[in-house]
RNA sequence: GGCCCCAUCGUCUAGUGGACUAGGACGUCGGGCUUUCAUCCCGAAAAUCCUGGGUUCGAAUCCCAGUGGGGUCACCA
């Protein structure tokens, strides 16, 4: 009864559209202590005012919204200035900080910086940013609970990091450490970047004299390209994917199991179901490269998987209702195998809505006895609906002694301009006979 | 450059000292189904387990070095 529950937490920063790589951490966070029946904590790291966006808060909220995330908890941290300033006075005051009165630097300087002892640890000034005072000659050492190793660094080689800005806000060294305390964060899961600024975070826990949590860092997703995923090829924000046509669930399965695999290579999984058999040492060692194909995979898997109203329902808001709900209904049984994305249906179905321009070329050498015997048919139909349509349309080919397939491709052709469509019969029945007879006619006459 | 992490088919991975003639998935190629394209089904090719040394009766699995990839070195997170 006296065990610790797992609680765990996302804390991105307000500073721009989120990224696929970073609503990754928040999927392995959320399983991570769901997975124990703990807490998920939200928290923002807005302690940037220069780089916040307008409403990036707000979209980091609907992200996870959209993605099925609720979070127990919700901290921002420009609302707990007192509690960062109480620590680093505190440590100052302890002989573990010092007040610094050099000018910033607020930017990576050309080539490798390598002073790491500040000018100022020891002038003892009252007043002005407050940083760490790194000891000398000893060993920091964490056992990583993602990578399952122990890593050690020599204090020689951690610089005097800054803890307070001069503005009063706290750097991310000492936010996180003051936080994740106040908070009883459990296990603390980040990207790799955070890795070689550890033994900072280290040190704070050790002069504050607060607990240490599990700390595990993540791999990075890797650009096909090389180097860290980037914007090169195409969007890798989490909108700019759903604006692609990517459906939430894919984005999701595609995303946990790259970084994270289960021990029977189990490869379709829901929230509930990551949930439920997420273990920590599925975790990956080395970083994942993006990969667009298998993703696409995903999409279709899942666009698949979806039911015909509620596949209706989306491509109606992911066109923002251009076109009409009870065609789409309609339509969607037909590509629903055929699309990976949302955004297919536009290529695929486009031509129920407008009429698309036929390329003579494409036509077959008998599309105008084809083309004619297809007309005179259809005219005979009353009702156009599908048996009927295939039917009538069978015994055409039959008594003409056309190919069957030269056909039905004229017809298609006439019909729509492409030659990969939905299937024909069932399209001509959703576009209706007024509409047919049109375009058949338009093509025969404009191409004598 | 210093420091740190990592290394199994093109890609994501299973594998935790003997069951490995290294398994699965995506992709690719071939076939089946079929009035197109897809879906679906079947099959194939594809991995000197990065290299070199050890340890061991035995190594993809443990150790060391090299090489390669990645990260990081701000009053940004």
Not at 291 to 311: A, H, M, P, V
Not at 336 to 363: C, M, Q
């Amino acid at each position: 009864m006296t065990e610790k529950k797992v609680r765990t937490r996302f804390a991105p920063s307000p500073t721009g559209s989120m990224h696929i790589g970073n609503l990754r951490t928040a999927f392995y966070a959320y399983a991570l202590s769901k997975h124990e029946g703990g807490d998920f904590i939200l928290r923002i790291e807005d302690t940037d005012k220069k780089r916040e966006v307008e409403g990036g808060v707000q979209e980091i909220k609907n992200i996870l919204t959209i993605f099925g995330i609720n979070w127990d908890e919700y901290y921002l941290q420009s609302e707990r200035l007192d509690l960062y300033k109480v620590a680093a006075e505190k440590l100052v005051k302890d002989g573990h900080a010092f007040y610094c009165q050099c000018e910033a630097k607020n930017a990576k300087q050309e080539g490798f910086s390598s002073q790491l002892r500040d000018s100022c640890r020891d002038k003892n000034f009252t007043s002005g940013a407050i940083k760490l005072k790194v000891p000398e000659n000893e060993i920091i050492k964490f056992r990583d609970f993602v990578l399952g190793e122990e890593i050690e660094w020599k204090t020689e080689i951690v610089f005097d990091a800054t803890l307070l800005k001069s503005d009063k806000f706290p750097t991310y060294h000492l936010a996180v450490v003051v936080d994740d305390h106040a908070t009883s964060v459990s296990h603390v899961l980040r990207g790799h970047d955070w890795l070689p600024s550890t033994p900072i975070h280290l040190l704070v826990y050790k002069y504050l004299d607060f607990k240490i949590p599990q700390i595990g860092h993540l791999t990075d997703i890797l650009d096909p390209d090389g180097g860290k995923l980037s914007k090169r090829k195409g969007s890798t924000s989490v909108t700019g994917l759903l604006e692609e046509g990517y459906l939430p669930e894919a984005l999701f399965n595609f995303v946990i199991l790259a970084g994270w695999a289960p021990k029977d290579n189990r490869e379709l999984f829901s929230l509930e179901d990551f949930v439920n058999v997420f273990d920590a040492s599925g975790f990956q060692k080395s970083n994942p490269i993006f990969n667009r194909d298998k993703l696409d995979w995903f999409n279709g898997q899942y666009i698949r998987k979806t039911n015909d109203s509620e596949l209706t329902t989306r491509i109606l808001k992911f066109y923002k209702e251009k076109y009409p709900e009870d065609l789409i209904e309609k339509i969607v049984p037909l590509i629903k195998d055929r699309i990976t994305r949302l955004s297919d249906f536009d290529t695929l179905a486009g031509f129920f809505f407008k009429e698309s321009e036929v390329d003579k070329n494409l036509l077959g050498d008998n599309f105008d006895k084809h083309l004619h015997a297809a007309l005179e048919t259809l005219l005979t139909i009353k009702d156009f609906n599908n048996s009927q349509m295939n039917d009538k349309l069978l015994e055409t080919v039959k008594n003409n002694n056309f190919k069957t397939g030269d056909f039905f491709m004229d017809l298609r052709i006439a019909i729509t301009g492409k030659k990969m469509t939905p299937p024909i019969n069932e399209s001509l029945v959703i576009l209706g006979k007024e509409e047919t007879l049109k375009r058949i006619k338009q093509v025969l006459k404009s191409t004598n």
